[in-house]
């Protein structure tokens, strides 16, 4: 369901490819999410762009990723829509992920801390 | 060698019948004859058996018809048809097919022809009699599971009590619709010692049996003793983050992506101090005397995510006529048919509408609104509705 696109050094920037992330695919979103990081991703920017809804089973396999990441790298969110922000916002997740506005400016700052 | 099967042998010629019968006796399956087709309709019906030869022409009901009538019996299992046919009967085969026969074996008494028709219809009679035994272990299985269910879904009924009682000048009120069987969602309020009020309510991320599990297991963890320790500080004084805390310890330190949301506060009855701790529960509604809705809470972490997350106390002022409403995320996020979620907004306007309703009945408008929004169709997350009101002393 995953798409990806790679950008310089090692960044990898995820789309979920669903416009709902919920109970019944995140399951599926963490583990391919999971399989890019056991194949050596581990700079990734997560885009929101093209997703209007996440509940808590959706927000259960970002931070399901983050953990799997660890200490290696870095996960970042960008192109959250309001009624995600403020989910984050409620959740205080606006402390656990960087959020940026686009994928532009994900990668960017991204870069610039590697 | 092949299982004996019985064959009803459907067929007015004495002679034909004879023989017929004495080769299937010889092939180790057993004959059972009819003169006509009445009276192999009759045995169809009581001998369970599933194969059925017959001959087309027969005095009182010929082949076609018996066929038809087998076809529109309800059995339990399927009979497989043989037709018998004369040389050169090709345009009543269409017809026969059509009826619902499954194969034809001409009268030329070839005993290797009766011989591999036989064989056919035996192995397709095994073949589905395989296939009804693994149908009815599914649906035993099934039914197990079901009453499993039924069972857990019984046991977190009990954990989760419409309550509708006064504590120390507040009445609190609460309907709960699982979208389940079994529910994430778990709650609770207690009277506390010094006129003090504790009340909690949880989501579990997900729904279904794996968040139902974490859910009871909380239910059964916070009991009034248990809300009473972990939420007074050293100093006595509330601490209802200290409880939240002392949960994500316990809660996250198993290796898997379940959290729960929380909100947990103590409210003093005497004077409407509350403190509180949002753990990423939404924010409750509070309508003032006045009728004026605000949102209570600017948020927190999840409990179970992180064992490094900290919990902060909030107060608010809870005044005589005032009305809090605490609504699970299902509230907010319930889609109509259009996918259009009521949003955290609406909600807020139809609790600001009716905060002068029977408190009692306060959570029943709001399940009820949120019904008429869906068009009658099932939430698809739990929904937990708690309405506390200050009664004027």
């Known amino acids: ?114 | 060698m092949e299982m004996p099967l019985d064959i009803i042998v459907a067929e007015d010629n004495l002679v034909q019948r004879t023989y017929l019968a004495r080769m299937i006796a010889h092939l180790g399956h057993t004959a059972l004859v009819a003169e006509d087709g009445i009276e192999a309709l009759k045995l169809v019906q009581t001998s369970g058996a599933q194969i059925l030869i017959t001959d087309f022409d027969m005095p009182k009901m010929n082949g076609l018809e018996l066929t038809h009538a087998v076809r529109g019996l309800n059995l339990d299992h399927y009979v497989h048809i043989i037709m018998l046919t004369g040389s050169g009967q090709s345009e009543t085969s269409a017809e026969a097919l059509d009826t619902g026969v499954d194969d034809f074996l001409t009268k030329d008494n070839d005993p290797s022809r009766l011989k591999a028709r036989i064989h056919v219809a035996s192995r397709l009679v095994h073949h589905a009699r395989e296939q009804q035994n693994q149908h009815r272990i599914l649906k035993e299985i099934n039914s197990r599971i079901q009453e499993d269910l039924k069972a857990a879904a019984d046991a977190q009924r009990q954990l989760l009590p419409a309550i509708h009682r006064d504590i120390g000048g507040i009445h609190v009120s609460s309907a709960f619709v699982p979208s389940a069987m079994v529910s994430g969602d778990m709650f609770g309020c207690f009277a506390l010692p010094q006129n003090k009020l504790g009340l909690y309510a949880v989501d579990v991320s997900g729904h279904g049996i794996h968040a139902s599990l974490l859910s009871v297991a909380i239910g059964h963890l916070i009991t009034p003793e248990f809300f009473c320790n972990a939420a007074c500080g050293k100093d006595g004084k509330p601490d209802p983050a200290g409880l939240v805390s002392n949960l994500n310890q316990r809660f996250s330190a198993a290796d898997n992506d379940d959290y729960f949301t929380m909100f947990c506060a103590i409210i003093d009855t005497d004077t409407g101090h509350m403190d509180f701790c949002q753990a990423g529960y939404p924010s409750p509604t509070y309508v003032d005397a006045t009728g004026q809705a605000t949102l209570v809470g600017e948020g927190g972490f999840p409990v179970g995510m992180f064992s490094h997350f900290s919990y902060e106390n909030d107060v608010f002022a809870f005044e005589e006529g005032g009305l809090l409403v605490l609504c699970s995320d299902a509230a907010g996020e319930a889609e109509n048919e259009h996918g259009v979620p009521f949003g955290r907004g609406m909600l807020c306007s139809v609790i600001e509408q009716n905060h002068q309703s029977d408190t009692d009945a306060l959570p029943d408008i709001i399940v009820q609104d949120l019904t008429e929004w869906r068009g009658g169709r099932a939430l698809e997350d739990d929904l937990t509705v708690v309405a506390l009101k200050r009664i004027n002393s």
């Open chain 1, 1 to 114: 369901m995953i798409h990806t696109s790679k950008y310089p050094p090692h960044i990898v920037v995820v789309r979920p490819g669903v416009e709902r992330l919920t109970a019944i695919n995140s399951k599926a979103f963490k583990e391919e999410v999971i399989a890019l990081i056991e194949g050596g991703a581990s700079q990734l920017v997560i885009d929101f762009k093209e997703v209007s809804f996440l509940d808590s089973s959706g927000l259960g396999a970002l931070t399901g990723v983050l953990k799997r990441i660890g200490h290696r790298g870095d996960l970042v969110v960008c192109g959250l829509n309001n009624d995600v922000t403020q989910m984050f916002k409620i959740c205080r997740m606006d402390r656990v992920f960087k959020s940026y506005s686009d994928v532009d400016a994900a990668v960017q700052a991204m870069s610039e801390s590697l």
